[in-house]
């Protein structure tokens, strides 16, 4: 639409060249400021309103989405050649704040995944995220003798899942392939080595009777063999990590294929447990 803005608020372009527009940069860093200090998203737009400095040219007015999108708004501090207009101190100070303040913001979709594999630090049973109340989510053991309750809002844990995860994706050594799971051999399968074993000894036997033994020999091992998926993927997942730095996509494979469950614990901390049994808790992520 025309009204729109062409160029971002707190900018003007000049001789061919952005530069920092001298009332509107001033907004942007007064805007960063008050929120800071503690100022709704709403009290500053209605601030900007009074003060007379226009976002959209065909009115005065200020809605907190333009406030929001102006704390949220890297070109501020340099992205995309923009010059800078705020020191990156206040920008990850706004930032915190809005994730510190957002407490009523709808379930995180990183939520789900954590949801799902969210156990009990003490005793190991299914942990269950109750009801949200003042942003705080009350997650709930559900073995009725442990009982462990832990309140945290979702950003928080999922933040702690996060750290752990980043941590772990620094040292992709730890990305074992789980052990297979040991199945004893059966007896029909003893019986059946024993039997082509003695059939070959003996010699004596025709070669359709012993190709029948044989291949009833390789069925019985194929059917004892471990599903090798999981550690296919753990692979896969390491050569991918041992490459380059984890991207967003790379986090949430880890957390779906090298993460059994994720450890909520009374000092409202969580550990990861990974398939291969390996425990990742807090002090091993961040000194590695
Ligand atoms: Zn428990």
Not at 13 to 36: M, S
Not at 104 to 113: E, F, K, N, V, W
Not at 256 to 285: M, Y
Request: proline share 6%; hydrophobic share 35%; charged share 25%.
């Amino acid at each position: 639409m025309a009204w729109q803005r062409k160029t971002p608020f707190g900018y003007m372009i000049r001789d061919g060249l952005i530069q920092p527009h001298p009332d509107e940069a001033d907004a942007v860093r007064y805007i960063f400021r008050q929120y800071q200090a503690g100022a709704s998203l709403l009290a500053i737009a209605e601030d900007m309103t009074r003060q007379g400095i226009r976002y959209h040219s065909h009115t005065a007015e200020w809605n907190k989405n333009m406030v929001k999108r102006i704390l949220e708004n890297t070109k501020y501090i340099g992205a995309g050649g923009y010059p800078r207009l705020v020191p990156d101190e206040d920008f990850s100070a706004a930032q915190r704040l809005r994730t510190e303040r957002n407490t009523y913001a709808p379930l995180s979709t990183d939520i789900r995944p954590i949801q799902g594999k969210a156990v009990c630090g003490l005793c190991g049973m299914k942990m269950i995220r109750g009801n949200r109340s003042h942003g705080l989510v009350h997650w709930k053991c559900q073995n009725p003798d442990c009982g462990q309750s832990i309140s945290l809002n979702d950003e928080a844990l999922t933040e702690l899942v996060d750290a752990q995860l980043r941590g772990l994706a620094l040292t992709p050594h730890l990305l074992t392939a789980p052990e297979p799971t040991q199945n004893e051999p059966d007896l029909d399968a003893i019986r059946l080595q024993n039997e082509l074993t003695l059939a070959l000894n003996r010699g004596s036997e025709g070669p359709e009777y012993i190709k029948t033994l044989a291949l009833a020999v390789t069925a019985q091992r194929y059917g004892q063999l471990p599903d090798s998926t999981p550690a296919h993927d753990m692979e896969q997942l390491r050569a991918r990590l041992e490459e380059g730095p984890a991207d967003a996509g790379a986090l949430a494979a880890l957390m779906s294929v090298a993460v059994r469950a994720v450890r909520l614990t009374p000092d409202k901390n969580v550990e990861l447990e990974l398939v291969n049994g390996q425990i990742i808790a807090e002090k091993e992520a961040q000194s590695a």
